[in-house]
């Protein structure tokens, strides 16, 4: 009895430490802040393509979420199954960057980074600048996923506090 008892922990062991498998690898840390320095690049550079290319597809959930005043203001006026999480995000802002003909920055601060086999998160705070000029702040969150060997955006959410 003590013999089986002793294998089953010792498989327990094996079972747990396999679970706890090292995360946050610094090659893989390095090519998600490399995905964070294309993104800001693109949007310096106004290159809508390269930042298509950091996306899992042009479909992914990019949006702020809207405050539950607005929803609920929603709901009363328009439509009763407005949850405040639009869709077309990306393609809003692509076009947005495209069309935009001052220059455009994200700015990030407190990037942290979590990676465990194919998938990331990061999480930062980040300012929008347009012309110099801080128009929001706030945190911002991503999803990453690993595909043909590079790591692609497949979740963005960000909350919004508008500057004067």
Request: proline share 3%; hydrophobic share 40%; glycine share 4%.
């Amino acid at each position: 009895m003590k013999k089986l008892l002793t294998i089953i922990f010792a498989s327990l062991l094996c079972s747990a430490t396999a679970i706890a498998a090292p995360a946050n690898k610094p090659e893989e840390i390095k090519a998600i802040t490399q995905v964070a320095d294309d993104f800001q690049s693109a949007l310096k550079t106004k290159n809508h393509k390269q930042l298509a290319s950091l996306m899992l597809n042009a479909n992914i959930l990019f949006t702020s979420p809207a405050s539950d005043e607005y929803v609920r203001k929603a709901r009363e006026e328009s439509d009763p199954n407005t949850d405040g999480v639009r869709a077309g995000g990306f393609h809003d802002f692509a076009g947005f960057l495209k069309r935009e003909k001052r220059q455009v920055e994200e700015r990030f601060s407190n990037l942290k980074i979590t990676q465990d086999r194919d998938v990331a998160w990061m999480l930062f705070d980040y300012e929008f600048v347009i012309d110099g000029k801080v128009q929001n702040d706030g945190v911002e969150a991503w999803q990453l996923v690993k595909r043909d060997g590079k790591w692609k955006i497949y979740s963005v959410t960000w909350s919004v506090n508008p500057r004067d």
